[in-house]
């Protein structure tokens, strides 16, 4: 049996890259499965929800093994796995679905009923999501093979593509969900909230969707550099120059068409001393502001149940002060939730292999090894305008 090693959450502010158990062809009960396989990881990406983790803000325990974005090579199968061979290359959605409940057979893969036995939904190394272990690791297991996972076909040209592929097994899709939820399409004038990865994707999206114009919203003033290089609009939240009169002045009016919160539970308020302090409805206020009458917001970032690192009793407890009169008053379409990765993934593989999207670029991937996780985790966590991409077998630089 191989050996295997991980980047494993140990407490607030600490990760470090451990010795773990080789897979094995069982589900987190310890019940037998056929229906998996076992990939050799040829890549593994920091998500900012990682980091959520990694900040204490969740009730993460110590010893999970982290990493929910996964590109693999099949080298293990179960006898009920019909579709896949040994050696085929894999994107790995972020959901665990077993296409099997009423959720999945409706294509609403990020609530799967049946692989997590607290609440609707699982995923791969994260917090009550059911305990798949993480593929931030040599070697992870997927079950549903069949179901879950997208052949990348023909290996040597996906291999050359794979810093843009290893961005569908979230990033792309959620920013893209982000997009299409929010009803971007030809013509648009979007809004997007945050400069981070996810934003980004989204704001890309929103390109590839037909938007006229793309605006990206944001405290951190790296970022906003990397977005404006990307061909974006932006909007710099530090200012005291309220975002509706930014808006206006570049579209001539303070409303777009639609937004995509790409922030989440974390954001800070706006201004030089609002940018300074966590405000968790912000965002969403903001948001309801300066969508036009009967407008979309797509809600890609993420909200928690609980919150154990914030400011003030109600948003432990998931409760945010949104001004939802507003957002009733406009007839605004709200969508949350965590991104059905198959309904994009085929689709935007497509667009990335004839050079229709430069997800990669966009989002500043940057290569490591396992060994180097803890110092991206630190890095991403200061702000950097990077994409982390593990490297745990040194594939990338064969390719």
Request: hydrophobic share 40%; with cysteine.
């Amino acid at each position: 049996m191989a050996d295997n090693r991980g980047v494993v959450y140990l407490g607030t502010g600490k990760v470090e890259v451990q010795p773990i158990a080789y897979p094995k062809m069982q589900d987190p009960r310890g019940r037998k499965i056929e229906h998996g396989v076992i990939l050799r990881v040829v890549s593994t990406n920091i998500c900012g929800s990682d980091q959520h983790m990694v900040r204490g803000r969740t009730t993460a325990q110590v010893g999970l093994v982290l990493g929910h974005e996964i590109t693999g090579e099949v080298i293990e199968k179960g006898s009920d796995v019909e579709h896949l061979q040994i050696g085929d290359l894999v994107s790995v959605p972020f959901n665990v679905a077993c296409g099997r409940c009423r959720s999945c057979k409706e294509q609403h893969t990020g609530v799967c009923l049946t692989v997590n036995p607290a609440r609707a939904g699982g995923a791969y190394g994260y917090v009550d999501m059911g305990d798949w272990t993480g593929g931030q690791a040599e070697y992870v297991l997927v079950p549903y093979a069949d179901f879950n996972l997208l052949k990348l076909p023909n290996r040597d040209k996906a291999m050359e593509k794979i810093r843009d592929l290893t961005c569908l097994s979230d990033i792309l899709p959620t920013g893209y969900h982000g997009a299409v939820t929010a009803g971007v399409g030809p013509g648009s004038s979007v809004y997007v909230a945050g400069a981070g990865p996810v934003g980004l994707a989204a704001a890309a999206s929103a390109r590839l969707l037909g938007a006229a114009v793309v605006i990206v919203g944001d405290v951190n003033p790296t970022r906003l550099a990397h977005a404006k290089a990307q061909g974006f609009e932006i909007a710099d939240l530090s200012q005291d120059t309220p975002l509706h009169e930014q808006i206006a002045n570049l579209l001539g009016e303070p409303e777009v068409d639609c937004a995509v919160d790409a922030v989440g539970f974390e954001a800070r308020g706006h201004g030089h001393a609002g940018a300074q302090q966590e405000a968790p409805a912000t965002v969403l206020n903001s948001l309801m502001q300066i969508t036009r009458v009967a407008g979309k917001i797509g809600i890609p970032g993420l909200y928690v149940t609980e919150d154990p690192g914030a400011h003030d009793a109600a948003a432990k407890l998931g409760s945010l002060s949104i001004r939802f009169g507003l957002g009733w008053a406009k007839s605004h379409s709200l969508h949350t939730g965590q991104t059905p990765v198959m309904k994009y993934n085929r689709q935007l593989m497509q667009a990335i292999m004839w050079d229709r999207i430069n997800i990669a670029e966009v989002v500043g991937v940057q290569v490591i090894s396992l060994d180097q996780a803890p110092q991206g985790y630190g890095e991403f966590d200061a702000g950097v305008p990077k994409k982390f991409v593990i490297d745990p077998h040194g594939l990338f630089s064969a390719a």
